[in-house]
């Protein structure tokens, strides 16, 4: 592999994925990502881990003690070494500097394979860096790290380089024993690792000195609170828990505060820096990345917030930079709605309805913003399911765009319809429905004007025009 | 509750879903993303804005080639980010932080950084995914010779080190 090669792959594999269904369901429409409908059987690499895992396990502790295997600790490529019940992970060598942080409590983890684990996120499977191999005779399991101390179990440590998903096949690390490998399971791919030192010895402020390293634990209720530099020489955050959740705590060299932890866009919270802000916020659930944050402030102005940094733990950091004039204060503050679409009136061309795969009707033509209507789907496509959801959309001057997604229900449900913004409102589904059938829709608030609305049925693709009217 | 379009035919086979099309290419996707991003972006931001940008017009399921019209997304919006990013860096410089406030990639990383996001799409497709600069400009809908020149270009950008060792 060739140097350049070996850094595009690297950067490559920057980052921790959140994996396919968790990205496609806050895109598609805002779903919680923990009910992540990702099954162990789903993933091909798992079910097959958990059907031959035992004799995955036998083959790989077989090429170990063969003679020239190519999990020999002084070859080049990844390697798996086991002692005593301990299985040590070792990667393949890289100059690509530190990437993504790793940190955390060291640990004989599933299958006694070392991991990292620490409170906030979970435990991760531990590739060392090229080289590492496990110190012989050793009262606790210890690692020999080239270039660092050496490393117990139980130590915490820090280091970096990237995060990957344990079930796919990555040249970067050694197969991994089934046993260590739970569905779902990542793996922190280490180029560096050191231990932490018992303490804390280079605060970033002076007077203000952190006790982690990064995000620390949710320490409970009355804890002392595990404070990482966020901005450093700037602002620390901690959490900790409470009677009703989680707390974020925020301190300045001038001020500390705790909030309510369950926060997301357009919520946000305002720390004072001096005489100026800043202001944090975590990404919406469904929506794009806001680009902006809006504050309000007593003397009626209305600022805008640049972003400014993305962090660990919060991840969207906006700054207003003008000094705040003295005895103004803040007001009012949220992240920015992307604007609405620029809808115009379309073409006759595009009020052509006959391109529509099957056909959809409206109750109600024109109708009035707010207004309950009917749209009939599909009668003659009798036994196929409609998908869901149901799309609004405008022209925009060259196509129908998004605008809203409505939400159908059966003739039987109690709920009233509903429509979403796309860009900004959570927005939810039901099961496909068989068609032919008749849904209530309710007509966005929109300005008067030609739509269209759009839904499948299959795969295929069927729209009705409908105008709104004062 | 997700609203995956999980739609079944009339011999009620599943036939294929956005969500299913989206989880074949994501791995490529997050590989490249994280690519051609910006270093402060997290990939999966840049895949799920691609996403959520095209799934406003297009069903991926009608798309000839979802991966490839993901990528082109996600290139325009890491150039863009690009110049966003520059906008915070001035914002962080006015309110006078720490520099290490931005994550530093030193060396080879840092090099490849300091490319265009177009140039770095170009040399991962070519140097990691191995696609020939045909298949390179009709992923990014480019012509042949302009990816010729930008890869040549990117090349020339890059240290001796990093040259001298290229194929």
């Known amino acids: ?470 | 509750m997700t609203a995956e379009r999980f739609v079944k035919d009339r011999n009620d086979n599943v036939v294929p879903t956005d969500s299913r099309v989206f989880a074949e290419v994501y791995p490529q996707l997050r590989r490249f993303a994280a690519v051609v991003g910006p270093s402060e972006s997290d990939p999966d931001d840049l895949v799920q804005d691609a996403l959520e940008r095209t799934l406003r017009i297009h069903s991926l399921t009608s798309l000839d080639n979802p991966r490839a019209y993901l990528s082109r997304v996600i290139l325009n919006l890491a150039s863009n980010q690009r110049r966003g990013f520059a906008r915070a860096k001035s914002a962080t410089a006015r309110l006078q932080l720490d520099e290490a406030t931005t994550p530093a990639y030193p060396s080879d990383i840092a090099e490849l950084m300091r490319l265009p996001a177009q140039q770095r799409a170009i040399l991962f497709l070519a140097e990691v995914e191995g696609f020939t600069q045909a298949e390179i400009a009709a992923q990014l809908e480019m012509t042949e010779a302009a990816v010729s020149k930008a890869s040549q270009r990117a090349r020339r950008k890059l240290s001796a080190e990093l040259r001298e060792e290229m194929r």
């Open chain 1, 1 to 470: 592999m060739t140097r350049l090669k070996r850094s595009l792959d690297g950067l490559a594999s920057r980052g921790r994925p959140r994996g396919a269904m968790d990205v496609f369901a806050e895109a598609s429409n805002g779903a919680d990502t923990s009910a992540s409908p990702i099954k162990a059987q789903d993933r091909p690499w798992t079910a097959f881990v958990a059907a031959f895992g035992g004799v995955l396990v036998l083959g790989v502790l077989a090429a170990i003690l063969l003679p020239g295997s190519p999990f020999n600790p002084s070859s080049e490529g990844p390697t798996l070494i086991s002692e005593d019940e301990v299985i040590l992970l070792v990667g393949v060598p890289s100059d690509t500097g530190d990437g993504a942080m790793i940190y955390g409590q060291l640990i004989v983890g599933e299958g006694g394979c070392l991991a990292v684990t620490r409170a906030e996120a979970g435990t991760f499977l531990l590739v060392f860096p090229a080289g590492s191999v496990l110190v012989p005779g050793a009262a606790t399991p210890t690692v020999s790290v080239p270039g660092s101390d050496n490393i117990s179990v139980g130590q915490f440590v820090t280091g970096g380089g990237g995060y990957a998903s344990a079930t796919v096949n990555n040249p970067q690390i050694p197969e991994i024993p089934a046993d260590c490998a739970a569905p779902g399971s990542e793996v922190a791919i280490a180029w560096t690792i050191r231990p932490e030192p018992t303490t804390t010895t280079v605060p970033q402020m002076a007077t203000l000195p952190s006790t982690s390293p990064g995000p620390g634990p949710t320490v409970p209720q009355g804890a002392e609170l595990s404070w990482y530099d966020f901005i450093p020489g700037s602002v620390q955050l901690a959490w900790r828990s409470t009677a009703t959740g989680t707390e974020l705590c925020w301190r300045t060299v001038v001020a500390e505060h705790c909030v309510d932890d369950d926060f997301r866009a357009p919520e946000v919270v305002v720390i004072p820096h001096g005489s100026q802000l800043v202001v944090i916020s975590r990404r919406p659930l469904s929506g794009l990345m806001p680009d902006r944050a809006i504050l309000e402030l007593s003397n009626g102005d209305t600022m805008n917030a640049a972003p400014l940094y993305q962090g660990p733990g919060v991840d969207l950091v906006y700054a207003y930079s003008n000094p705040i004039p003295e005895g103004v204060t803040v007001v009012s503050a949220r992240t920015a709605d992307w604007p609405a679409p620029s809808c115009q009136t379309p073409p006759s061309s595009a009020l052509n309805v006959s391109g529509s795969a099957f056909d959809m009707a409206v109750s109600t033509s024109p109708a009035r913003a707010g207004q309950i209507i009917e749209l009939s789907v599909a009668r003659s496509r009798q036994d196929n399911i409609t998908g869901i959801p149901t799309f609004w959309q405008c022209w925009d001057g060259s196509d129908w765009i998004n605008t809203h997604v409505g939400t159908k229900m059966s003739r039987d449900s109690a709920w009233d319809p509903e429509v979403y913004r796309i860009e900004s409102g959570p927005a939810f589904a039901l099961p496909g429905i068989i068609v032919p059938d008749t849904f209530r829709i309710r007509v966005p608030d929109l300005p008067p004007g030609t739509y269209r609305i759009e839904d499948y049925v299959g795969t295929e693709l069927g729209w009705v025009i409908v105008e709104i009217e004062d």
